[in-house]
């Protein structure tokens, strides 16, 4: 494999606002692209057309990144991951799509699995406080 492709896929247009917004902040992508379900459209629709981008370029690695664990849409590609050449993660959070993305070239499963614990890492409750001394956020 000398290439990596991304695909995002969501209920509705949750993928299609991942992408918009990753395009944002690391600029558009050809390896990048995504698939939400539609209100009445069938999963197994989008797992069919994912499937012919993988058997149109078997010398990719492709990483499906999913919106759900157990979602309609993951559960449908979910024979994908059989294959050799495909990973799939459910979970997709924009952290791990962007450092996916800036990785040089294919990702062994190790370094997958680093991406993966530092995007669950960045998530976070955060609590502000506000300093009434000097007027500011700390």
Do not use: W
Request: glycine share 10%; hydrophobic share 40%.
């Amino acid at each position: 494999m000398d290439k990596k492709k991304v695909i995002l896929i969501s209920h509705g247009n949750l993928s299609a606002g991942m992408m918009n917004s990753v395009g944002m902040i690391i600029g558009e992508t050809k390896d990048l692209s995504c698939y939400g379900l539609q209100p009445g459209e069938m999963p197994e629709t989008i797992a069919g057309a994912i499937e012919a981008k993988i058997d149109a370029q078997p010398d990719t690695q492709f990483i499906i990144l999913a919106d759900l664990l157990g979602g309609s849409v993951s559960n449908a590609v979910s024979r994908l991951s059989l294959r050799e050449n495909v990973h799939l993660v459910n979970g997709m959070n924009m952290g791990l799509v962007i450092g996916i993305l800036l990785h040089q070239g294919i990702l062994s499963q190790s370094e997958l699995d680093q991406l993966i614990d530092e995007a669950k890492s960045g998530m976070m409750e955060t609590h502000l406080c506000f300093d009434e001394s000097d007027d500011e956020i700390i």
